[in-house]
């Protein structure tokens, strides 16, 4: 059985294709740095997905649906006939989108990617790769928010595993919050090695829930959304704000970091404030999910500065002594959206 993952970011569109194999009764390792490119489900543990193939490319997000959806089925027809499979070998198609999906419809409703917004990608890839989705062995293809693609992989696969492994506890009986900290703040919430969805499709949308009463405005039309603080953007922001005009040229969030590490006293107080609201932000989540661990994605979660006393720093928001999360760092790199498409997808097919 063949199945596709394919991610589409904002600034990279990845695909990968893997293949079902037997299990051989053991738990995949979770390892840091390299990805795995054999994975077991916690609840299919007969049956291993392999990766065998992957392709990138850019992503032209402005470039409108129809572009899209072109350079989509070229990236997928390339890959399939680079490994001598055709299309229609395919079981099913995992597709991660850059905002929230409709758990019923597969649209995109809302994001930072306005020309996937209300379009039926699903659709319009079947009738490109000319898949014929009527059958009763038709290819199922399923769309979901990238960062539930990202939590669902490093809960299967990466951070999750290595939880598992440490607390003796099974995945089928943990619960991850996976948290990205990049160009935006978005996240998704695995219980039992399955995604949260909600009514629709908008749990974990964590990124625009409040951090401060009255704060910066968002794009989203509210104020103080925890986006605003705890995105890369919006942590360089608040560095600018802080030197007025006494450097030429901003740093980004890398040389703030490097800044702070070497002393400086703005970037230390930045870095400072920027811990304590994370730790505000994760332990008012704690408070609602009380989660098993808290696995951290995006551009931000590479500085180790923002691990330091995090967990101590979380625990004072929580209203139960003793219950702030383990808070780990990504363990599948960026290709954690394309391995939770695909995982989504394999999960699609067992199921049924
Ligand atoms: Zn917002």
Same mark, same amino acid.
Do not use: W
């Given at each position: 059985?063949? #199945?596709?993952?394919?991610?589409?970011?904002?600034?990279?569109?990845?695909?990968?294709? $893997?293949?079902?194999?037997?299990?051989?009764?053991?738990?995949?390792?979770?390892?840091?740095?390299?990805?795995?490119?054999?994975?077991?489900?916690?609840?299919?543990?007969?049956?291993?997905?392999?990766?065998?193939?992957?392709?990138?490319?850019?992503?032209?997000?402005?470039?409108?649906?129809?572009?899209?959806?072109?350079?989509?089925?070229?990236?997928?027809?390339?890959?399939?006939?680079?490994?001598?499979?055709?299309?229609?070998?395919?079981?099913? %198609?995992? #597709?991660?989108?850059?905002?929230?999906?409709?758990?019923?419809?597969?649209?995109?409703?809302?994001?930072?990617?306005?020309?996937?917004?209300?379009?039926?990608?699903?659709?319009?890839?079947?009738?490109?790769?000319?898949?014929?989705?009527?059958?009763?062995?038709?290819?199922?293809?399923? @769309?979901?928010?990238?960062?539930?693609?990202?939590?669902?992989?490093?809960?299967?696969?990466?951070?999750?595993?290595?939880?598992?492994?440490? $607390?003796?506890?099974?995945?089928?009986?943990?619960?991850?919050?996976?948290?990205?900290?990049?160009?935006?703040?978005?996240? !998704?919430?695995?219980?039992?090695?399955? %995604?949260?969805?909600?009514?629709?499709?908008?749990?974990?949308?964590?990124?625009?829930?409040?951090?401060?009463?009255?704060?910066?405005?968002?794009? @989203?039309?509210?104020?103080? @959304?925890?986006?605003?603080?705890?995105?890369?953007?919006?942590?360089?922001?608040?560095?600018?704000?802080? %030197?007025? $005009? *006494? #450097?030429?040229?901003?740093?980004?969030?890398?040389?703030?970091?490097?800044? @702070?590490?070497?002393?400086?006293?703005?970037?230390?107080?930045?870095? *400072?404030?920027?811990?304590?609201?994370?730790?505000?932000?994760?332990?008012?989540?704690?408070?609602?999910?009380?989660?098993?661990?808290?696995?951290? !994605?995006?551009?931000?979660?590479?500085?180790?500065?923002?691990?330091?006393?995090?967990?101590?720093?979380?625990?004072?928001?929580?209203?139960?002594?003793?219950?702030?999360?383990?808070?780990?760092?990504?363990?599948?790199?960026?290709?954690?959206?394309? %391995?939770?498409?695909?995982?989504?997808?394999? *999960?699609?097919?067992?199921?049924?």
């Amino acid at each position: 059985m063949y #199945i596709l993952g394919l991610d589409i970011g904002g600034t990279k569109t990845e695909a990968a294709l $893997s293949k079902t194999c037997p299990g051989d009764g053991k738990k995949t390792t979770a390892r840091r740095g390299t990805p795995p490119l054999t994975l077991t489900l916690p609840d299919v543990a007969s049956t291993k997905l392999s990766i065998f193939a992957r392709k990138r490319i850019p992503t032209t997000r402005r470039a409108g649906f129809a572009t899209i959806v072109t350079q989509l089925t070229e990236l997928c027809s390339e890959l399939l006939a680079h490994e001598k499979i055709g299309a229609k070998d395919l079981s099913a %198609i995992g #597709i991660g989108l850059p905002g929230s999906v409709d758990p019923v419809s597969g649209k995109m409703l809302f994001g930072n990617t306005i020309a996937l917004a209300g379009k039926d990608l699903a659709r319009e890839l079947a009738s490109g790769l000319k898949l014929a989705r009527s059958a009763r062995t038709a290819c199922k293809i399923v @769309c979901e928010n990238d960062a539930n693609c990202f939590a669902l992989a490093e809960a299967l696969c990466g951070a999750g595993a290595e939880f598992a492994e440490k $607390s003796k506890k099974p995945i089928a009986e943990t619960m991850g919050v996976g948290v990205i900290l990049g160009t935006g703040v978005g996240g !998704g919430i695995v219980i039992g090695g399955r %995604i949260l969805r909600g009514r629709q499709g908008g749990a974990g949308e964590i990124g625009h829930t409040e951090l401060y009463t009255n704060g910066h405005a968002c794009y @989203c039309g509210r104020n103080g @959304c925890a986006e605003g603080y705890l995105s890369g953007a919006g942590f360089e922001a608040h560095f600018a704000s802080r %030197i007025y $005009s *006494q #450097i030429e040229k901003r740093p980004d969030a890398k040389g703030i970091f490097d800044l @702070c590490r070497d002393g400086d006293p703005i970037a230390s107080a930045v870095v *400072q404030q920027y811990r304590r609201e994370l730790a505000k932000f994760l332990g008012h989540l704690t408070n609602i999910l009380d989660p098993d661990y808290f696995v951290l !994605g995006g551009g931000m979660s590479n500085a180790p500065q923002i691990y330091e006393g995090l967990r101590a720093r979380i625990q004072r928001h929580c209203f139960l002594p003793d219950t702030a999360p383990a808070v780990y760092r990504h363990a599948l790199g960026d290709s954690s959206g394309v %391995i939770g498409a695909a995982l989504l997808a394999f *999960q699609k097919v067992a199921a049924n």
